[in-house]
């Protein structure tokens, strides 16, 4: 090892103004707003003509894992694993007495492949299953 300070690697104050003199100056092209002036109707407008901002019901093949288990309508749920290629099955009421109805598929999922886990490694960020969620 050297015995040479870590600051050989900065460059002087000199050298530092001289890089930011050859930098072009950019400047905005169009202020912000200030803060107590309302957003412009075109983009409320863009806003609510954006096809995410329908509301409703969440689409099941997106963000069904994501529901409680009283929302899903299928009566069988399908938790499978990516790693070991193992699929765990249970019955939409038997989940709701296990875990209530307000539990939500993904968790219960992982609890359902991580109870019967085979890929144990002891370490904590290789352990346990890659699930993916299936509703039939």
Same mark, same amino acid.
């Given at each position: 090892?050297?015995?040479? *300070?870590?600051? @050989? =690697?900065?460059?002087?104050?000199?050298?530092?103004?001289?890089?930011?003199?050859?930098? %072009?100056?950019?400047?905005?092209?169009?202020?912000?707003?200030? *803060? !107590?002036? #309302? &957003?412009?109707?075109?983009? @409320?407008?863009?806003?609510?003509?954006? %096809?995410?901002?329908?509301?409703? =019901?969440? #689409?099941?093949?997106?963000? +069904?894992? &994501?529901?409680?288990?009283?929302?899903?309508?299928?009566?069988?749920?399908?938790?499978? $694993?990516?790693?070991?290629?193992?699929?765990?099955?249970?019955?939409? /009421? #038997? /989940?709701? =007495? &296990?875990? +209530?109805?307000?539990?939500? @598929?993904?968790?219960?999922?992982?609890? &359902?492949?991580? !109870?019967?886990?085979?890929?144990?490694?002891?370490?904590?960020?290789? #352990?346990? $299953? @890659?699930?993916?969620?299936?509703?039939?």
């Amino acid at each position: 090892m050297a015995d040479r *300070p870590a600051s @050989w =690697r900065m460059p002087t104050p000199k050298q530092m103004q001289k890089m930011a003199a050859t930098v %072009p100056r950019r400047t905005p092209p169009m202020r912000g707003l200030p *803060p !107590n002036e #309302d &957003l412009p109707p075109e983009y @409320w407008q863009a806003v609510l003509q954006d %096809p995410r901002a329908g509301g409703g =019901r969440p #689409d099941h093949s997106v963000s +069904g894992r &994501l529901l409680q288990l009283r929302q899903i309508p299928q009566h069988l749920l399908r938790v499978g $694993c990516r790693r070991c290629g193992r699929m765990v099955e249970i019955h939409k /009421a #038997d /989940a709701a =007495r &296990l875990y +209530g109805p307000e539990a939500i @598929w993904r968790d219960v999922g992982r609890r &359902l492949l991580d !109870n019967t886990c085979r890929s144990r490694t002891g370490r904590h960020e290789e #352990d346990g $299953c @890659w699930p993916t969620f299936d509703m039939s």
